[in-house]
């Protein structure tokens, strides 16, 4: 076998350890499950004492099934004929003539907790890596190898739901706790305790009478209703039917176990098989495709320097702190550098809870006030104001203290590398690095490529993405860039809407039922009116679009939005007071999702990236663009680029010289028959 290694030790004990070949992860594949099918032939003709099932990779033990294996399933058929075969091959290793347990040590994921938990028990490690969760949900379905009702049949209705529901990850020790996992101990005595509870056989833990009792039917339909209102104020109906797929699944069927079966083969296929899940599981490609961007290998910075303590600059620092680096922050304002420092702290208390750990963070950020990292720095990061001439200075005075190989980078948000470059002595040591705002939630890192900058440059600044724990997007040097170029004419438009009378909850809600996961008239006041402002100066022309009045009006009576307190909404705690009016027309949509979406067919023709999958993955991962829909060219391509291309058209006659469309919409027109 390739990836399956088969032993018996002197116990009688049978070791079966997953070594996927080429892979740095272990994933349930056809061939991989194949294996798997002959590996449990051999221990039912003769069966050990016990079986351990582990993983030979240091990252996990499985990863859960293979993506690309569902990527383009449009039969349901099919999708039951894999689900039928994979429910097969658990019950065989449930059923099989001796206990089973699996050893886990890092990430169990979806397919491979399901395999786990058709195993008689079930030993984690304590290590911070260790995390077991059904993330399919985020794929648009919901555990379909049997989870569904083995996940229950362990922890109970309401913890199993929860788990199925939110996605979310449990550490080694809360699996113990909700009796997920048998035990929980360090890595050292992960192979002993497996022993122990082979040569044992403790009984199984069953869940508590309260977690029981929620799977009465006098009781289900109460908790289904909670669990559909709970689920609602996340996730509309309309946009992802997995959940509430789930919980109807879990209302009609739940205490009889055949019939959760059969429903689960069903309801996942057809899932599967849909728009939605479809277009997730592309996302989840493509997030996977922008992980392989960067080779770590290629570059380890150890040191990073950031100038500019502003909310950006200073985000950026403690990010890269709980990336293991050590960080010194430079600003010329010791209240700015104390209050980098404050957010910090939180971020740092919030992430790692410890306060050993917390303590340890504090220790590797450096404020800096004379600049003295620089010199020992692997990576100096500007981030001061979006002026030309002050960067120029900048980068004047700090490359004579830069040691070699040093990345020099900028986090500019939408000024062109060549005009920042132009007074340097070597321009092609430059590179963008354009982070997101909030740092610790976009998961998107812009790589600004100019015409001067040199590829090896590149390379190192995708390698820093990686170990950053970003997503890297190779963007060519243009105004904006490409998240921010597609961005800016979608909040201006909704700007200009305000303008004309419509309220501003109407606009948003315009975008949300669209699918955006927050309005763009909130969005711009989150960003800050005066970087919107500043931007949609820089781009005024290629937008043909003048800076809106209401904007400059905000900005000069210092209503920046969220950071303010008023902008275009007021804001109290952090949120947005919304209104009453909420009624919107086709046409508001229209004009705000067409904005946007012309924009992305002329960074296309424009070669701002690659090709139309970058496109798609830069701007859902940078704004939250519908992931359901799978990005604006996926949009184009379902609803049929003549048809937004007539609706454009019309608006451009209407409106003016902003709705013209872009002459890449031709060829788009052209590729269809």
Not at 45 to 63: E, T, Y
Not at 121 to 134: C, E, M, Q, S, W
């Amino acid at each position: 076998m390739n990836h399956w290694t088969l032993t018996h030790d002197n116990d009688n004990l049978a070791w079966l350890v997953f070594d996927q070949a080429g892979s740095g992860v272990n994933t349930l594949s056809d061939e991989t499950l194949a294996e798997f099918d002959a590996a449990l032939s051999e221990i039912e003709a003769n069966p050990p004492r016990g079986l351990v099932i582990r993983s030979a990779k240091s990252s996990g033990f499985i990863a859960g099934a293979d993506v690309k294996r569902f990527a383009g399933m449009r039969d349901p058929n099919t999708a039951q004929s894999l689900i039928r075969n994979a429910h097969a091959l658990l019950f065989r290793l449930e059923r099989l003539p001796c206990p089973s347990v699996a050893a886990i040590h890092g990430f169990c994921l979806g397919g491979g907790l399901e395999l786990a938990l058709a195993c008689t028990y079930r030993i984690v490690t304590d290590d911070a890596k260790t995390k077991l969760g059904f993330p399919e949900v985020r794929l648009g379905i919901f555990p379909g190898f049997g989870g569904s009702v083995r996940s229950i049949e362990r922890v109970g209705h309401l913890a199993a739901m929860n788990m199925m529901l939110s996605g979310r990850n449990l550490s080694g020790r809360a699996a113990k706790k909700t009796g997920l996992a048998t035990d929980c101990v360090p890595l050292r005595q992960l192979e002993v305790a497996c022993r122990h509870v082979l040569h044992n056989q403790p009984m199984q833990r069953k869940p508590g009478f309260i977690q029981q009792a929620a799977g009465w039917p006098a009781l289900r339909g109460l908790i289904a209703n909670r669990m559909h209102k709970q689920v609602a104020e996340r996730a509309n109906p309309a946009h992802y039917p997995a959940p509430y797929a789930l919980i109807d699944h879990w209302r009609l069927h739940a205490n009889n176990p055949t019939a959760l079966y059969d429903s689960e083969i069903r309801e996942v296929s057809k899932l599967l098989t849909s728009d939605t899940a479809q277009n997730l599981v592309r996302v989840f490609l493509l997030q996977e495709q922008l992980k392989g961007q960067g080779d770590k290998q290629a570059f380890t910075p150890h040191h990073l320097h950031v100038i500019g303590a502003g909310v950006m600059g200073g985000d950026i620092a403690a990010w890269g702190v709980l990336q293991g680096m050590t960080v010194s922050l430079q600003d010329r304002g010791a209240a700015q550098l104390a209050r980098a420092m404050g957010r910090a702290r939180e971020l740092f208390t919030k992430k790692l809870k410890s306060p050993r750990l917390i303590t340890d963070a504090l220790d590797r950020l450096i404020p800096d006030a004379r600049g003295d990292g620089i010199a020992k720095a692997d990576v100096v990061l500007e981030a001061i104001i979006e002026d030309v001439a002050a960067k120029q200075e900048l980068f004047a005075q700090v490359l004579p203290w830069m040691k070699p190989g040093a990345l020099l980078a900028t986090n500019t948000s939408s000024i062109q590398l060549e005009i920042l470059g132009e007074t340097l002595p070597n321009p092609e040591r430059l590179v963008g690095l354009h982070f997101f705002n909030p740092v610790a939630k976009m998961p998107l890192l812009e790589i600004v490529r100019g015409p001067n900058t040199d590829p090896a440059v590149v390379e190192q600044a995708l390698a820093f993405a990686r170990h950053f724990n970003k997503l890297p997007l190779l963007v060519q040097s243009s105004p904006g860039f490409l998240v921010n170029r597609i961005l800016m004419p979608y909040l201006l438009e909704a700007v200009l809407l305000v303008e004309e009378g419509i309220a501003p909850d109407a606009i948003d809600r315009a975008a949300t039922d669209y699918g955006m996961p927050m309005g763009p008239v909130e969005l711009a006041d989150t960003v800050g009116l005066d970087i919107c402002f500043s931007v949609a100066g820089k781009m005024a022309t290629l937008l043909k679009n003048e800076v809106p009045a209401s904007l400059q009006k905000h900005v000069d009576a210092g209503h920046l939005g969220r950071k303010s307190g008023q902008g275009y909404y007021r804001w109290a705690n952090g949120r947005a007071q919304h209104g009453q009016d909420r009624e919107y027309t086709p046409e508001h949509q229209d004009r705000i999702m067409l904005r946007l979406l012309n924009e992305a067919v002329a960074c296309l023709r424009e070669g701002v990236v690659e090709n139309a999958s970058e496109l798609d993955a830069g701007v859902i991962f940078g704004t939250g663009f519908a992931p359901f829909k799978g990005g604006p060219m996926q949009v184009i391509e379902h609803a049929g680029a003549a048809t937004l291309h007539a609706r454009l058209v019309q608006l451009h006659e209407k409106l003016g010289a902003r709705f013209q469309p872009d002459s890449g919409w031709v060829s788009l027109i052209g590729e269809k028959p």
